[in-house]
């Protein structure tokens, strides 16, 4: 049996992961216009490196973009691969930064490498048979739904735009938890004290240049609560016949 191929490689547009509300939209699509054309040509002409078509930064703030990381956890000496993940935004204010990105390793599409001559989609197309067709996570969006194959790329991408968490974790993560007094799904973070996760959650709320001005769960949402045992039931040996 033979699985359906795509004959040419589809990738996600520029704002990914800038929300079509955010404040932000209007001075990323200004820095685009100015800056990323002269980004480019430095890479092409002083650097020598050519981006291949659709290679471009998922900009979320002047300056600062979404890029890829190959994720791989040693665990007892046994490596897993968890493939290419969303990073933090990052700063990528000029070639030379992005050049250095690139050399490191990282990507600037999950599916290709930045030299690769791929054509712009405004979303992802998969295969016939691929994981995506049954991913387990999926986010609603206007243009196309979301599909994530495991919980780490879910959680970056509800990291990278404020979206709620609205999965059970898988039960690794519920151990993880189990750990702290509070715990952050999206940040995938605990806390041992309340201080700590009101700091966490006021940073995510406030609006930028002093915080990120994303939508956050609450302190109490964040509370780990473990149920109560059941009480043993006694039996009542008092009755008479």
């Known amino acids: 049996m033979t699985t359906a191929t795509n004959d040419r490689i589809v990738v996600e547009s ?12 209007e001075h990323v699509e200004r820095y685009r216009e100015m800056q ?14 050519m981006l291949g078509m659709g290679q471009e930064p998922h ?11 190959r994720v ?14 969303a990073t ?5 204010g000029n070639a030379i ?12 599409r999950a599916s290709v490498d930045p030299l690769v001559d791929v054509e712009m989609s ?6 016939e048979g691929d994981d995506y067709a049954n991913a387990p996570y999926v ?45 952050c799904l999206v940040h995938d973070h605990g806390f041992t004290s309340k201080r700590a996760v009101q700091n966490h959650r006021a940073y995510y709320v406030a609006p930028p240049p002093n915080g990120r001005g994303q939508n956050h769960a609450t302190v109490e949402q964040m509370e780990v609560k473990t149920p109560e045992p059941p009480k043993a039931r006694t039996k009542n040996n008092s009755r008479k016949r």
């Open 14 to 25: 520029w704002d990914y992961y800038l929300d079509d509300d955010s404040p932000a939209r």
């Open 36 to 49: 990323w054309p002269h980004m480019q040509k430095e890479l092409r002409s002083d650097l020598g490196y």
């Open 59 to 69: 900009w979320v703030e002047s300056g600062r973009a979404v890029l890829f990381h």
């Open 72 to 85: 791989i956890i040693s665990d007892y000496g046994r490596e897993k691969d968890f493939g290419w993940q």
């Open 88 to 92: 933090n935004p990052l700063p990528v």
């Open 97 to 108: 930064q992005l050049l250095n990105y690139l050399r490191k390793g990282f990507r600037l």
């Open 122 to 127: 405004e979303t992802a197309e998969f295969a």
């Open 139 to 183: 986010v609603p969006a206007k243009k196309a739904d979301r599909k994530f194959i495991n919980w780490d790329a879910y959680r970056n991408y509800c990291q990278a735009r404020g979206v709620p968490i609205t999965y059970e974790p898988p039960k690794e993560i519920v151990e993880k938890m189990k750990e702290y007094d509070y715990f």
